[in-house]
């Protein structure tokens, strides 16, 4: 099956820094998804990308679809501490709309 | 609005037993997931529902069977429980037909002992 290879596993950051975080697949997807999970709670969407090279904000955040179709990339400018979570990248194929292989996930700690 | 509520929030079970855990959501969703959650990992499918009347196995179905029960209600049951099943569980409901992201429940934790 396809597999997601998600990097760094975690980051240790100061506040206001700026945060990168990727993710890789052996095959192509046709939509990506960039999710945070806060402790006790179920992911929550926070980018969807759905062309190869789009590049799509939200706040804060900006997430890349890679040209190759087979990675994205998460950005996250001036951290803060409410930024702290597990981020997981999940990839779609549009003849499985809906069903998503997820990343192991990066988890973000920032020191204030 | 509720979105997606999943029952219990916690269990306890001994090896064997078997228990349902229950899912329902609000937003009309035609496409409902279980999966499952393992310290340091992503989340792994186990079943979902398409649309009402139809499931099919993901990526670790053995030891699950699932029920939709009808358009809002997806639940996922366990006939006996083992060690390798202690997880965090979690509903998740989205659009059929648009590649928009699923909405997540909180998450049922369930120890097996």
């Known amino acids: 099956g396809q597999q997601l290879n998600q990097s760094p596993q975690s980051m240790f950051i100061q506040e206001g820094e700026d945060v990168s975080m990727n993710c890789t697949s052996s095959?192509?997807?046709?939509?990506w998804l960039w999710y945070k999970q806060e402790p006790g709670e179920g992911p929550v969407l926070l980018i969807a990308l759905y062309k190869a090279g789009e590049l799509t904000s939200n706040g804060r955040l900006t997430a890349q679809f890679g040209i190759t179709r087979k990675d994205s990339f998460l950005n996250i400018s001036a951290s803060i501490p409410s930024d702290v979570g597990i981020y997981f990248c999940?990839?779609?194929?549009?003849?499985?709309?809906?069903?998503?292989?997820f990343g192991d996930g990066t988890t973000l700690t920032v020191k204030p | 609005n509720a979105g997606v509520t999943q029952t219990p929030k916690f269990q306890v079970l001994k090896t064997g037993q078997s228990m349902t855990l229950q899912c329902a959501q609000d937003?009309?969703?035609?496409?409902m997931y279980w999966y499952r959650q393992d310290p340091g990992m992503g989340l792994r499918l186990i079943y979902y529902s398409a649309s009402e009347g139809t499931t099919d196995k993901g990526e670790v179905p053995n030891g699950y069977n699932v029920s939709r029960l009808n358009k809002r209600e997806f639940s996922l049951r366990l006939e006996s429980a083992a060690p390798s099943q202690t997880s965090v569980y979690f509903c998740a409901s989205s659009y059929r037909d648009r590649a928009v992201g699923a909405f997540f429940g909180q998450g049922t934790r369930l120890t097996v002992v």
């Open positions: 937003m009309n969703h035609n496409s």
């Open positions: 999940a990839g779609q194929l549009r003849t499985n709309a809906g069903k998503s292989t």
């Open positions: 095959s192509i997807f046709n939509t």
